[in-house]
């Protein structure tokens, strides 16, 4: 017997005290069948709206999607959002339904739902409502739509992204007429804004299963970032399932099938993408592991973005295992290699009588002494040879 959080059978009871049935539904009911605590619960009851907000008057609510028929709780630290039972309309632009009907069945609002698997409702008094065979795809590890593949693709498009994206999250394989509807309509992914895409795509890189999804799902793949070489594609996918989860050497990786257009194109976020950028660009670029190498390269790459890079590197299967500990030598040994590390600063400078952009070079050139050993970090040697550039 499953069982739900007190927060979450309070709303629940709360609910069926004033006449309204409700349920845990969705992903939440779908990882509690999967043994897994879920992130979040989403609530669903025969209430409308109005009488949610009336039930519930004394607790903070946010009303922003009460249009759509959904009510959000603020509880103790904790989200849940309340929606009443409803049905879609047509689906005009391939992504949001026209209109929406309330007043409904749970069925009904199960029928709307995109996968079998999330299609369940939970409720510690009225039990488990799974009318598609939700729990035997659970148990087979299958992703199925609610009914007829092609029009729950066609009514909304983002569901054929969230296919690939329940393939990495959840390690589930998709039935055979699921995944060829997803790959027939994969064009209609233009119809989702890159903003989701962009979202939907992090998760799913993130995820436990992300390169098992890239190969099962490659040619929904095409639709987004075009034509691509089987082979690289594969390749990226091998480094994918090698690198530590972790988004921008995921993306980095990912770009040496695709390219890193892409990162613009769906508007990842400037720190993210640029940091992937620099990781593609350093990825089959050689590291030396003497000591000076890895000092400039520190210099170059700065501590963290270089670790960055050499855990790609080993994803991508270089041996780069002698270049690491010998960065890891020279870090615990705190050896100079940054501006900032030297013992003596722009003001010194300045004091020693260089002045403008000349102070910048005079502290360019100490530094590279330092890193090449012709001189130590000392502050006195420093000064004196700070005086003798005037």
């Excluded at 079998?116 to 799974?130: I, L, Q, Y």
């Amino acid at each position: 017997m499953l069982s739900l959080p007190q927060p979450v059978n309070t709303i629940i009871t709360t609910l069926e005290t004033h006449g309204f049935a409700a349920y845990a539904v969705g992903g939440c009911v779908r990882d509690l069948y999967m043994g897994k605590t879920p992130n979040d619960y989403d609530i669903c009851t025969a209430a409308m709206p109005d009488k949610i907000k009336e039930i519930f008057k004394n607790d903070r609510l946010v009303l922003t999607g009460e249009k759509h028929g959904t009510v959000t709780l603020l509880k103790d630290g904790s989200t849940y959002e309340i929606t009443s039972f409803r049905s879609d309309g047509a689906y005009s632009d391939a992504r949001r339904p026209d209109k929406v009907c309330f007043g409904v069945s749970i069925e009904n609002d199960l029928a709307r739902r995109d996968f079998t698997v999330n299609a369940m409702a939970f409720s510690e008094k009225r039990g488990t409502v799974d009318i598609f065979g939700s729990r035997a795809d659970i148990a087979s590890k299958t992703l199925r739509c609610v009914g007829n593949p092609e029009a729950r693709f066609s009514e909304d498009a983002l569901r054929i992204l969230r296919l690939a994206r329940f393939c990495a999250q959840l390690g589930f394989t998709p039935e055979n007429e699921t995944l060829s509807a997803a790959k027939k309509l994969a064009p209609l992914l233009k119809n989702v804004s890159n903003e989701r895409i962009c979202a939907e795509l992090s998760r799913l890189l993130l995820s436990e299963f992300s390169a098992d999804a890239m190969i099962i799902c490659a040619d929904i793949f095409k639709a987004i970032f075009g034509s691509f070489d089987t082979e690289k594609w594969q390749k990226s996918a091998e480094y994918i399932n090698n690198s530590p989860q972790q988004l921008s050497i995921r993306l980095a990786l990912l770009s040496t099938a695709v390219g890193t257009d892409f990162l613009h194109t769906f508007r990842f976020d400037k720190a993210t993408s640029q940091t992937a950028v620099l990781i593609s660009k350093a990825l089959f670029t050689p590291l030396a592991d003497d000591e000076i190498s890895v000092l400039h390269a520190l210099n170059k790459y700065g501590k963290k973005n270089l670790s960055l890079i050499i855990a790609a590197k080993s994803a991508a299967g270089i041996d780069i295992k002698s270049v690491k500990t010998q960065v890891d030598n020279q870090l615990s040994q705190n050896a100079c290699f940054s501006l900032k590390q030297l013992s003596v600063n722009g003001n010194d400078a300045l004091a020693a009588g260089i002045k403008g952009e000349k102070i910048g070079e005079a502290l360019s050139i100490l530094l590279e002494k330092v890193i090449t050993s012709k001189i130590k970090n000392d502050r006195t040697i420093l000064l004196n040879l700070l005086r003798d550039m005037v």
